[in-house]
């Protein structure tokens, strides 16, 4: 056989047709996408930088499917203004803001009537903090690991959704200094009290009007 022969075979006789139709192909489950992505991501840049909620890629494409922290939604999934956030850090009580609105009813009753007798003393009350979704509640917990360099560090300042009050919307931070002060020489009187000894801004309802607040906590990790 020529080299010719063997560059150019003759074709076969009876052969398929040169256009032979692909099968159709499945589209696969939206949620066995995210899960394959879910698993490629974790493999590369290992386990704790998903946390990073607000930044993954696979949970951003999972609140779109599930339609977190849109407009209508419970606000779980969202961060910044919607999750919580207070732009400069400052608010008052009559702010229209998430923060300050989904606060605690009686939490907002009680920290009101005490700015109000603050104000009589000449101390001013703002809030630098209150309520936070879940989202951005992750979102300041991973912030404090990269800062802190370690998941206990940042614990110790930090806590996680499933277990700080300003979810729940029963926790408030309150400043400037001098307010925080005012308010931990006063907060009995109106059943407020400062919970971690490392956090002076930090308070919550936990007595009743002129009872006694609980020991103080060493710091958000217990």
Not at 146 to 170: F, I, M, Q, W
Request: aromatic share 6%.
């Amino acid at each position: 056989m020529t080299r010719y022969e063997l560059a150019h075979p003759p074709a076969r006789v009876g052969g398929p047709p040169r256009h032979v139709p692909r099968p159709r192909r499945t589209r696969r489950p939206v949620a066995f996408t995210l899960v394959v992505a879910a698993v490629g991501l974790t493999a590369v840049f290992g386990v704790y930088p998903l946390l990073d909620r607000g930044d993954a890629p696979v949970v951003q494409a999972v609140d779109q499917v599930l339609d977190r922290g849109r407009p209508g939604s419970d606000g779980a999934g969202s961060t910044g203004l919607a999750g919580g956030d207070i732009p400069d850090g400052a608010a008052t009580l009559d702010d229209d803001l998430p923060a300050v609105t989904n606060l605690d009813a009686d939490l907002d009753a009680a920290v009101r009537e005490a700015a109000a007798d603050a104000a009589d003393d000449g101390i001013d009350f703002w809030v630098t903090s209150g309520w936070r979704s879940p989202a951005y509640q992750q979102q300041l917990l991973d912030d404090a690991v990269r800062e802190y360099g370690s998941l206990e560090a940042a614990r110790e300042r930090v806590s996680t959704p499933e277990l700080s009050e300003h979810v729940s919307g029963k926790a408030i931070d309150i400043g400037p200094t001098e307010g925080a002060y005012w308010l931990i020489q006063h907060g009995t009187e109106y059943g407020l009290c400062q919970v971690y000894s490392n956090e002076i801004w930090h308070f919550e309802l936990l007595t009743e009007p002129g009872g006694a607040c609980p020991a103080l906590q060493e710091n958000a990790g217990g």
